[in-house]
């Protein structure tokens, strides 16, 4: 298990990140958390459209456990080099997004260029690349909370 905040591996019988003392004192999983209590802050994972627009301009939250995550959790790790390249000719698409395991950033990212590339004639889907490149600055681990390799 890793980190969600500093992305340093932590035991399975602790209770809390060596490193940053990030999770659960007691140990106990907070409703619906990853096994030995880690989870993305509470209310840092929007639950609604304009919230994961809003959520593009922070650093990627952890999504809920879902299927869709835990088959993440037991894939390979996913590689930082192949996210800085989508990002790079795919990024204002969400590509990246969805590579890493955050659909839910990668659709809102998706709509948001289309929105803006229809109403302005594409001159504003530039925006879009600003965000591409905080996106890389920001996001350091999968949507599983393994960080990339």
Request: aromatic letters at 12%; glycine letters at 12%.
């Amino acid at each position: 298990m890793f980190c969600p905040k500093c992305g340093a591996q932590i035991p399975d019988a602790s209770s809390c990140c060596p490193q940053c003392q990030t999770g659960n004192a007691g140990g106990a999983a907070p409703g619906g958390a990853a096994p030995g209590g880690y989870a993305a802050p509470t209310g840092a994972y929007p639950d609604n459209f304009f919230g994961h627009i809003k959520a593009l301009f922070g650093p990627a939250a952890l999504p809920p456990p879902s299927p869709a995550i835990e088959a993440l959790r037991h894939s390979p790790p996913k590689n930082y080099v192949v996210f800085i390249v989508l990002a790079i000719f795919l990024g204002g698409l969400g590509i990246h997004n969805f590579y890493a395991g955050y659909n839910d950033r990668g659709l809102a990212e998706l709509v948001v260029w289309l929105i803006l590339t229809v109403i302005s004639c594409g001159f504003l889907g530039i925006i879009c690349w600003v965000y591409v490149i905080i996106d890389i600055i920001n996001t350091k681990q999968d949507a599983a909370g393994r960080p990339f390799v």
